[in-house]
T-cell receptor, first 113, second 112 residues
Framework: KAGVTQTPRYLIKTRGQQVTLSCSPISGHRSVSWYQQTPGQGLQFLFEYFSETQRNKGNFPGRFSGRQFSNSRSEMNVSTLELGDSALYLC????????????FGEGSRLTVL | DQQVKQNSPSLSVQEGRISILNCDYTNSMFDYFLWYKKYPAEGPTFLISISSIKDKNEDGRFTVFLNKSAKHLSLHIVPSQPGDSAVYFCAASPFGDEKLTFGTGTRLTIIP
């Protein structure tokens, strides 16, 4: 059974640009969550989607957005990139969200110059 | 405001001995707790969880203890093995919530 797949794995952008990251969940999983990992901050929750609906959102500015498609694949977008957006962005999927185990992808490492 | 705290950024333990990783939380709404393990260049993988109705949960070499009155949980690994060297994250959520709040992680190094 294929795991959670994130693309691209690495990318470099400059300040002011925008970026789109993609996540394909485990087959059959309908919930997709996104987390940002930075040194010293641990993993911080961005948002969670279930059946194309955003059910929960973390404390991030509106520059961070996401969506989920009918096949449960998800994308997140960051507009007007800032240096502080440099981080590892992790996607996780689960069968239905809520209490339970999350399966994480390997992450997309974004560097903003 | 860090609602889940892992105050030890790193820990070194001799192979075969017990590793104890600690986690404190401040939000009394949290009632489900998980531990994740992360190797470099990989995503976190689920290790073990515990709900607030229990004070202990075991899975092989891994045991999680929950002290609700102290808002403290710990992960015990015994015996520790070299493959246990990784970063361990504690996470918590209110029941039924899709959002996990993670600690900043503890890097465990097992010395052969």
């Amino acid at each position: 059974k294929a795991g959670v797949t994130q693309t691209p794995r690495y990318l470099i952008k400059t300040r002011g640009q925008q970026v789109t990251l993609s996540c394909s969940p485990i087959s059959g999983h309908r919930s997709v969550s996104w987390y940002q990992q930075t040194p010293g901050q641990g993993l911080q929750f961005l948002f969670e989607y279930f059946s194309e609906t955003q059910r929960n959102k973390g404390n991030f500015p509106g520059r961070f957005s996401g969506r989920q498609f009918s096949n449960s694949r998800s994308e997140m977008n960051v507009s007007t990139l800032e240096l502080g957006d440099s981080a590892l962005y992790l996607c996780a999927s689960s069968l239905a969200g809520g209490v339970g185990e999350l399966f994480f992808g390997e992450g997309s490492r974004l560097t903003v110059l | 405001d860090q609602q889940v705290k892992q105050n030890s950024p790193s820990l070194s333990v001799q192979e075969g001995r017990i590793s104890i990783l600690n986690c404190d939380y401040t939000n009394s709404m949290f009632d489900y707790f998980l531990w994740y393990k992360k190797y470099p260049a990989e995503g976190p993988t689920f290790l073990i969880s515990i709900s607030s109705i229990k004070d202990k949960n075991e899975d092989g070499r891994f045991t999680v203890f929950l002290n609700k009155s102290a808002k403290h949980l710990s992960l015990h690994i015994v015996p520790s093995q070299p493959g246990d060297s990784a970063v361990y994250f504690c996470a918590a959520s209110p029941f039924g919530d899709e959002k996990l709040t993670f600690g900043t992680g503890t890097r465990l190094t097992i010395i052969p």
